[in-house]
């Protein structure tokens, strides 16, 4: 029996050096991982949604580009238009580092939103475990919240009641407690 040769074969990931920074690379390697990583960074664009692609105010020839690979399914084609896309960010430094920019601005915003959300969560929490207690020091903190829905829904959240009304009641007072943070919403 033939082993393929393919088989158990893990790619090293190398750091790549940044292709905007100023400085000569070592080798054609580094020159190729720089490349590369560029290439990522616009498969990643190529990824994201149109409301958080317009954040990055892209060229109008680097976002036709990323538009033609969105819509290109996977194959040679798509190849070729991935490596044209990060051909025309390493063309414009300066956009290239904005877009860094904007991606690292875009990954705090995610992280402080999962605090925020976990946060909110331990609030729910606290509120269906400890009840009238909890709940003092919601009301200490939010005085404007409605007391008798918050007290209703924890009612409704505690374990002696049905399955899907307790979850149900526990998605309403995690939305409750989203919106005494945020009531523009």
Known sequence: MVRPRNVNKKKARRDAP????????????????????VNELGEQLAGMSEATLARF??????????????????????????SYVGKLLRQDEDQLARIRAM???????????KRQTRRWERWRDRLIEEG?????????????????????????AQPSQPEQK??????????AIRDLHHPTE
């Not at 105010?57 to 991935?82: F, H, I, M, N, T």
């Not at 919240?145 to 409704?156: G, K, T």
């Not at 307790?166 to 939305?175: D, E, G, I």
């Open 103 to 113: 991606l690292a601005q875009l990954e705090q915003e995610a992280r402080e939103e």
């Open 57 to 82: 105010q892209l060229s109008d020839e680097v976002a036709e580009a990323v538009a033609l690979l969105r819509r290109l399914g996977k194959g040679p084609a798509y190849k070729r238009q991935r």
């Open 166 to 175: 307790r979850r149900q009641a526990a998605r309403r007072l995690f939305q």
């Open 18 to 37: 940044n292709w905007e920074e100023e400085e000569v690379f070592a080798s054609r390697t580094q020159i190729k991982l720089a490349a590369e990583a």
């Open 132 to 156: 009238d207690a909890a709940l003092a020091e919601l009301l200490a903190e939010f005085p404007r919240a409605d007391r008798n829905q918050l007290r209703q829904l924890i009612r409704q």
